[in-house]
């Protein structure tokens, strides 16, 4: 019986044992924060509530009738008692409301990186990237203690990465990446879910994270990967350059007028249009998949769109490649 409660009640380290908890464990940095924000907020309605209720229960029993003039107390002004109880509680909720806010911020703050890990959602599952080049789905092993960078994106429809444990949770919308940065504080396993409802498998779209020790996660990324190459991420994305004919057009001796590559990762780029950008995954996605949009400046928009021709864990093994490269590198275009 207890199995169809929704897993967040139960306890998540002893899958054999279930517990019946109100609150998922508190496994990152984060968590205890936004349940400060989530008690706070309860403990004041409650109290705000508790208040109406009593003066409610007052006026009730000592004005049953109106002889004793509760009509005349009503219908004097007072502006006083009015403005105090308007204040007040205005004033606490608006404290409530920039405590989370800037937990919101924080949380989102796109300068805060961590190990960066490949995640793509697609329906049903999630498929994990990691940058040594081990694939997983529906699992997620990281190190504790160290901030990681989840880059999300979706193959299909918005799917939302949620971790009760780390009180985070992120759309991943089709089309763009997202990124959703925390630190796990406790080793175990935690479960994760599509919060976001994408068809008819959506409630098997989960998983688990295995938060493990720094050491025993640098032996896991070492165990062999069976029936996978033992290739890293960007090395994968290299192989997919040539294999795409990536190369044809941005190697040195390419005929084709084509950008140098090498280095351009975190570059500031200038456009056509006079505009310029900062060369970061969003762009060099964008670059890929639809490169009329950003034409850089001095070439023509005789590059091809790879929409539909290459999937979100190729894209990423490409960007994985070009982010390797730094402005020396020979292997692309030096032109
Ligand atoms: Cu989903």
Request: proline share 11%; aromatic share 0%.
């Given at each position: 019986m207890l199995s169809h409660f929704p897993q967040f009640l139960l306890a998540q380290t002893d899958a054999d044992a279930p517990a019946l908890r109100f609150w998922p464990e508190r496994a990152s940095d984060m968590a205890g924060h936004v349940d400060a924000v989530f008690i706070g907020l309860m403990v004041m309605s409650a109290l705000i509530v508790l208040l109406l209720l009593v003066l409610l229960g007052y006026a009730l029993f000592n004005y049953k009738?109106?002889?004793?003039?509760l009509g005349l107390w009503i219908a004097k002004s007072r502006w006083k008692l009015e403005t105090t109880w308007s204040v007040i509680p205005f004033l606490v909720f608006l404290g409530l409301f920039a405590i989370g806010a800037k937990l919101y911020i924080d949380s989102y703050d796109p300068t805060e990186e961590g190990r960066e890990i490949n995640v793509v959602g697609r329906q049903w599952m999630w498929q994990i990237y990691h940058p040594e080049g081990k694939m997983e789905h529906d699992q997620l092993h990281i190190p504790v203690g160290e901030p990681i960078t989840l880059v999300l994106s979706s193959e299909d429809v918005i799917h939302s990465f949620y971790v009760p444990a780390f009180r985070v949770k992120r759309d991943v919308v089709p089309g763009k990446y997202v990124r959703l940065t925390f630190t796990a504080n406790k080793t175990g396993r935690f479960h994760f879910f599509c919060a976001e409802y994408c068809g008819t498998n959506h409630s098997q779209m989960d998983g688990w994270v295995t938060v493990m020790e720094p050491e025993a996660y640098a032996e896991w990324l070492q165990q062999d990967m069976s029936g996978q190459d033992h290739l890293t991420l960007a090395e994968r994305g290299r192989e997919i350059f040539h294999a795409q004919g990536c190369s044809g057009c941005?190697?040195?001796?390419?005929t084709v007028h084509a950008p140098r590559?090498?280095?351009?990762?975190g570059s500031r780029i200038a456009l056509q249009d006079g505009g310029f950008v900062t060369a970061d995954s969003g762009y060099l996605r964008d670059s890929i998949?639809?490169?009329?949009k950003d034409i850089v400046a001095g070439f023509q928009n005789v590059m091809p769109s790879y929409q539909g021709q290459i999937d979100e864990g190729q894209i990423a093994a490409l960007i994985a490649y070009l982010q390797s490269l730094d402005s020396e590198d020979s292997d692309v275009s030096t032109r």
């Open positions: 009738r109106d002889d004793r003039g941005h190697e040195p001796d390419s590559l090498a280095g351009v990762a998949l639809l490169p009329g």
